[in-house]
């Protein structure tokens, strides 16, 4: 009789789960289509439903529920919040880990969307050791020939490419998390700007007094008004792209008021040189559009300004 009642127990249980899973995975596929749809918010929606589902059948930290928090670094990935992105993403990459064999593919997935997040950091060293991490998981399983191993070839190259292209001439390394960044003061912040450029090696527009005119790369970058450095000095997307790569743009901050970027950032490109882009916060795209002039914010007006001079001169667009 015991035998018996456990045994309708376990058969009710096991309907229970299947009846769970079968609705996660419709999260999943919904997720999924509205990711490829753009609908990004709705998108994470469904895999945070799929994800508490699975958190509540799973142990801790199982690889059976790392698919939704890949598909969730994804969808912030899609939305540029690379911090978030991140966190996800090698949460997931840490359970699929632990799967083993079986989970190989998905592995390499997390890999693979960990090196891109870096690539749009601008971090092209970090993006290329994640990047190969993928590549040799996928040679293994797919073999060389198949269309998603040519696929991570091709963006690995690309990478490379980019990376050789923006490096600087001396070879100094140091990597500002968003804490740092975000933790200066505007200038001090503008001013490790024009240190590290100027350790670098690059140069911004000035006299030259053996030419006796202006020139392009002729000054070492230093900080007069603070509000006017970034968007006045700062004309060459090498320099723009080390900077990336060493964390002081593109990175939690907006270099047009000062303020963290909260949200999703929004991307100034100058309209002369689309090489030369770098994320912006929300209101100043919104000034810059003329759609609301935020009287309130002291530290965005001379920011806006700039901006709208800069907008003129240069045909900048924002997108
Ligand atoms: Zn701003």
Not at 297 to 307: D, E, H, I, M, R
């Given at each position: 009789?015991?035998?018996?009642?456990?045994?309708?127990?376990?058969?009710?249980?096991?309907?229970?789960?299947?009846?769970?899973?079968?609705?996660?995975?419709?999260?999943?596929?919904?997720?999924?289509?509205?990711?490829?749809?753009?609908?990004?918010?709705?998108?994470?929606?469904?895999?945070?439903?799929?994800?508490?589902?699975?958190?509540?059948?799973?142990?801790?930290?199982?690889?059976?529920?790392?698919?939704?928090?890949?598909?969730?670094g994804i969808?912030?990935y899609e939305?540029?919040?690379y911090?978030?992105a991140l966190?996800?993403l090698?949460?997931?990459?840490?359970?699929?880990?632990?799967?083993?064999?079986?989970?190989?593919?998905?592995?390499?997935v997390s890999y693979n969307y960990i090196g891109c997040v870096y690539d749009k950091l601008?971090n092209?060293?970090k993006a290329?050791?994640y990047l190969?991490?993928a590549?040799?998981?996928?040679?293994?399983?797919?073999?060389?020939?198949?269309?998603?191993?040519?696929?991570i070839?091709?963006t690995i190259?690309r990478v490379?490419?980019?990376?050789?292209?923006?490096?600087?001439?001396?070879?100094?390394?140091?990597?500002?998390?968003?804490?740092?960044?975000?933790?200066?003061?505007?200038?001090?912040?503008?001013?490790?700007?024009?240190?590290?450029?100027?350790?670098?090696?690059?140069?911004?527009?000035?006299?030259?007094?053996?030419?006796?005119?202006?020139?392009?790369?002729?000054?070492?970058?230093?900080?007069?008004?603070?509000?006017?450095?970034?968007?006045?000095?700062?004309?060459?997307?090498?320099?723009?792209?080390?900077?990336?790569?060493?964390?002081?743009?593109?990175?939690?901050?907006?270099?047009?008021?000062?303020?963290?970027?909260?949200?999703?950032?929004?991307?100034?490109?100058?309209?002369?040189?689309?090489?030369?882009?770098?994320?912006?916060?929300?209101?100043?795209?919104?000034?810059?559009?003329?759609?609301?002039?935020?009287?309130?914010?002291?530290?965005?007006?001379?920011?806006?300004?700039?901006?709208?001079?800069?907008?003129?001169?240069?045909?900048?667009?924002?997108?």
């Open positions: 009789m015991d035998t018996f009642d456990n045994q309708e127990e376990f058969n009710a249980d096991v309907s229970i789960v299947d009846v769970l899973l079968d609705l996660a995975k419709q999260y999943s596929v919904d997720g999924l289509r509205n990711l490829n749809r753009k609908n990004y918010d709705i998108a994470l929606e469904c895999f945070e439903a799929e994800l508490r589902i699975k958190e509540s059948l799973y142990k801790k930290d199982s690889p059976y529920s790392a698919a939704p928090y890949c598909k969730i969808a912030y939305l540029r919040n911090n978030k966190d996800y090698n949460k997931a990459l840490v359970m699929f880990k632990m799967g083993g064999e079986v989970f190989l593919s998905q592995v390499a601008g092209s060293d290329l050791e190969n991490e590549l040799e998981i996928l040679k293994s399983v797919d073999g060389e020939n198949h269309p998603t191993t040519q696929q070839l091709q190259n490379k490419q980019e990376s050789n292209y923006s490096k600087p001439k001396k070879d100094m390394k140091k990597f500002y998390s968003a804490e740092e960044v975000n933790s200066m003061s505007y200038r001090e912040w503008m001013e490790t700007i024009a240190k590290e450029l100027n350790a670098a090696g690059f140069k911004g527009d000035g006299y030259s007094s053996v030419e006796r005119r202006f020139m392009k790369n002729v000054a070492p970058y230093e900080v007069g008004n603070v509000s006017d450095f970034f968007m006045g000095a700062i004309n060459d997307a090498n320099a723009m792209n080390y900077l990336k790569s060493i964390g002081l743009v593109n990175n939690g901050r907006c270099p047009m008021c000062g303020s963290p970027i909260k949200g999703t950032p929004s991307q100034f490109t100058d309209g002369m040189n689309p090489n030369l882009n770098f994320y912006i916060c929300n209101s100043c795209r919104k000034e810059g559009q003329g759609i609301s002039v935020n009287h309130n914010s002291n530290s965005g007006c001379l920011g806006f300004f700039v901006f709208v001079i800069a907008g003129i001169v240069l045909g900048s667009l924002i997108i």
